[in-house]
């Protein structure tokens, strides 16, 4: 009984003190690897804390073993893309009925690196291939590509649209585009721009999971696939799939769903394949925070596809914090009342660049051993402890009160007396003068 008083004891102390940590609130923790070396440490958030964590991950908390709380900065890994646009002069715009449509396009310059193009037209509901063709004189002509296509489609369920071209770097002050129309109108076309695109890609994580089932719907010609992930609250970015078919066109929904049971739409996609630069395979999942996932692919009049291999990714996230050599440090996480901390570190952090990055590890998830013994203590064993610490709170809280109104009575008498004092030295000061003045 005195071990669990003690434990009571213990929790109160916790809760009464100011301070946002006390390893009496959160309920999970995981090892970090020391290292032998200082700097400023980087450790990637895995499925275990997300799983155990609030959904922004806002009670994550970085201690040291002295139980002292750590400043740390998380960090999602997004890819950067550095873009440099112009408008070149279209000219010559010309149509061949039942043939293409072509015109040319005037950089001005020489050697300026390119390596997207946009074609910005008012019309929908196409499919174009395109041919694009680059000169340093207007005269002679290097075919750069001529396997790519554009496209628009709008119904009812869905927009998808693509009037972006890719291909390999080109620096030429003349290019020619030819559209492919065959026997459909000829596009109208507005303007064009030309881009010098750079992307660093960020790293993403694969995040594990199984298929629950896999069906091919004939009566509503789709194929239904339903995915658990295993651990919850995990944020998902994409979905790749891929096909052992060459050439196909798709549109994909995505629900979602905590119990596998009650569905939400969280999106739409388009998967396509016309050749081996124009296709795309992935499905955007940002939206998705929840444990279970539905794709529904619908094959319209077309045979299913055969899915080769399905992978799913997650942004990066990383914790950043300052660690010394061969310190241990403990990340806590599974407290829903936290709030989100703010340390000045994070401010600090972009200009700590001379700090030598260590790469850590987290360590296996194991339970708080002092939450858990003043859960079991509190809610299984001796649940009267529970009214026990409330009175006992409120009595300290009603001591408080008292002495704090005492405080202030005492502090309003001894104000009250320094007035008296003050109003009686100024009276007799005054009678004084007085006295002098009429000798």
């Known amino acids: 009984m005195m071990n669990k008083i003690h434990v009571f004891l213990l929790f109160f102390i916790a809760i009464a003190v100011e301070a946002d940590f006390s390893k009496f609130d959160w309920e999970y923790k995981k090892k970090i690897t020391p290292t032998d070396i200082g700097g400023i440490a980087e450790v990637r958030v895995d499925a275990e804390v997300y799983n155990r964590s609030k959904r922004d991950l806002s009670d994550l908390r970085v201690v040291s073993v002295e139980m002292e709380e750590i400043p740390y900065k998380i960090k999602i890994m997004e890819s950067e893309t550095e873009t440099v646009y112009f408008e070149p002069k279209l000219y010559n715009l010309s149509n061949v009925p039942g043939k293409y449509t072509e015109f040319y396009l005037d950089m001005n310059k020489k050697n300026q690196i390119i390596n997207k193009l946009h074609i910005e037209t008012p019309d929908k509901n196409f499919r174009r291939k395109i041919e694009i063709w680059g000169s340093d004189d207007g005269i002679n002509w290097l075919k750069i590509r001529d396997d790519a296509n554009i496209f628009s489609f709008y119904t009812e369920d869905y927009r998808t649209s693509l009037t972006d071209i890719k291909f390999p770097v080109a620096k030429r002050r003349f290019y020619k585009i030819v559209i492919r129309n065959g026997e459909e109108k000829p596009l109208r076309i507005n303007r064009c721009l030309v881009y010098d695109e750079q992307i660093s890609k960020a790293t993403l994580d694969d995040i594990p999971f199984k298929i629950l089932s896999r069906e091919e719907n004939k009566d509503k010609n789709r194929t239904e696939i339903v995915i658990d992930f295993i651990y919850d609250n995990i944020p998902k970015r994409e979905l790749n799939l891929k096909f052992a078919s060459d050439g196909y066109y798709r549109s994909v929904w995505v629900f979602d769903s905590e119990d596998a049971e009650d569905w939400q739409r969280i999106g739409s996609g388009i998967i396509y394949r016309y050749n081996r630069e124009d296709r795309n395979n992935l499905i955007d999942l940002e939206k998705s925070r929840n444990r279970y996932l539905k794709l529904i692919i619908y094959n319209q009049d077309d045979s299913p596809l055969k899915i080769d291999d399905i992978s799913i990714k997650s942004s990066r996230r990383i914790i950043y914090f300052p660690v010394e050599k061969n310190e241990i440090y403990y990340l806590f996480y599974g407290n829903p009342d936290a709030r989100s901390p703010i340390y000045e570190f994070e401010k600090i952090l972009p200009f700590m660049e001379s700090e030598k990055r260590v790469l850590l590890n987290l360590g296996k998830e194991n339970l708080n051993e002092d939450f858990s013994r003043v859960k079991e203590v509190l809610v299984k064993e001796e649940p009267f402890l529970i ?49 002098r003045k009429f000798r």
């Open 387 to 435: 009214w026990i610490m409330i009175a006992f709170v409120v009595l300290a809280l009603g001591y408080l009160i008292v002495k704090s109104l005492k405080g202030i009575n005492e502090k309003r008498r001894k104000q009250k007396k320094r007035e008296e004092w003050k109003k009686r030295y100024e009276k007799q000061k005054s009678e004084r003068l007085q006295k």
